[in-house]
């Protein structure tokens, strides 16, 4: 009797989003590790699935949550409807790491999400419809966030998008005049993924906030990718003396479950109570587990201090991979880029450390630059050892 297996069909009934899906077939997953082949293979997992396992895979205190909502309740109703403990303990716990201007949490699924709220609630509280956002940024997926993209490589089949978004490049002060009294808001990475992990000068950042508050734009920072302690503080922005009027998280924040967040003052964010009333719905957003297992992340993260250590295990990376073949190592904590000469030479460097046993990957707008983003639970053991695959697979490939 013929068996279909799992590979044929991934192929066959899941939409593929390349030609050349990495197609691991991973049974399970534990801290920093994957498993392949019943657990035979190994992978250490350098990439987080992109930013999110910044705990680990599988992580106790979060599985113990988890558990423990489900013996309560999952969905209820709409999102804003019911009084949940796990959005409300969730709520404070991030408010508590935040300035006080950022008091008031509007949940969503995913970071895509929490970016088209973003987008809604700057135009509905600004009565203003432009948006600025940077060249070489990604937020997200969706045609709102889609349109704020700053490759047009990503748009140009998906055209029209939305009107009125203007660009910038991050770090040149010179293009700040572009933000004027028409503009809603800028949305800003505070590091920058996509681009390859571009780290600015606070002088810059702090730069952009002086020019949104002269002209009564909001400042968005989308830290997606860099919130829940990937940096070396809790939030990017801490280290940069600059405070956002929007925050937007997800990734990182759920130790694997699905969730994200747009955080304002309840000042901006009591627009969406009227004219028209529901402004803004969801139906899964601030799913009780998704929750309960966030507020489990931020505590682990918070209780065993690892966004204070992440500086120095960036640091160790970039002592360790020394190499002809690698032109620069730059980031911050543990949000690195390495950079090669070009996307034919990273590419099969990839490629042999995954056979090696090392997952890592490339960046949509800097596809010369090898991602390392491993969880924050990682060891200097265990760095060690993957900069020593990667080093070998330099050597075997270049």
Request: charge should be negative; glycine fraction near 8%.
């Amino acid at each position: 009797m013929y068996t279909v297996t799992n590979r044929q069909l991934f192929f066959q009934h899941i939409a593929q989003t390349s030609d050349f899906p990495l197609g691991l077939e991973i049974d399970r997953a534990e801290g920093v590790f994957l498993y392949e082949n019943g657990g035979q293979t190994a992978y250490m997992d350098l990439i987080s699935g992109i930013g999110v396992s910044n705990v680990g895979h599988r992580h106790p205190h979060v599985l113990a949550a988890i558990h423990n909502q489900l013996d309560k309740y999952l969905h209820l109703m709409v999102y804003g409807e019911y009084v949940q403990t796990p959005q409300t303990a969730l709520a404070q716990a991030l408010a508590d790491t935040l300035p006080p201007s950022l008091n008031t949490v509007y949940f969503t699924n995913s970071g895509t999400e929490a970016v088209e709220g973003a987008m809604k609630l700057a135009k509905r509280y600004t009565n203003r419809s432009e948006i600025i956002s940077c060249f070489n940024a990604y937020h997200g997926s969706t045609q709102g966030a889609l349109s704020l993209s700053g490759d047009e490589n990503f748009k140009r089949n998906y055209r029209p998008l939305l009107p009125d978004i203007r660009h910038i490049q991050h770090g040149n002060r010179a293009h700040l005049t572009q933000i004027t009294q028409r503009t809603a808001a800028v949305v800003m990475e505070v590091v920058c993924g996509e681009a390859g992990v571009r780290v600015p000068d606070a002088a810059y950042l702090q730069a952009v906030r002086q020019r949104c508050s002269e002209v009564g734009a909001l400042l968005i920072f989308d830290e997606i990718q860099t919130g829940f302690g990937r940096t070396g503080t809790f939030w990017a922005f801490e280290a940069f003396a600059t405070t956002p009027d929007i925050l937007l998280c997800a990734k990182g924040m759920g130790g694997g479950m699905p969730i994200g967040a747009f955080i304002s003052s309840a000042e901006i964010m009591s627009v969406f109570r009227n004219n028209p009333i529901l402004g803004h719905i969801t139906t899964f957003g601030g799913h009780p587990v998704s929750c309960a297992a966030s507020l489990a992340t931020l505590q682990v993260i918070q209780n065993e201090k690892l966004h204070e250590q992440a500086e120095a295990k960036g640091q160790l990376i970039k002592q360790l991979l020394v190499h002809p073949a690698i032109r620069e190592v730059r980031g911050k904590g543990l949000m690195l880029a390495v950079e090669f000469d070009s996307f034919d030479v990273l590419k099969p460097v990839i490629d042999r450390a995954i056979e090696k046993g090392v997952i890592t990957d490339w960046f949509l707008f800097c596809n010369n630059s090898m991602r390392i983003a491993p969880p924050l639970i990682i060891t200097e053991n265990q760095i060690r050892e993957a900069c020593a695959i990667i080093l070998d697979a330099i050597d075997e490939t270049y």
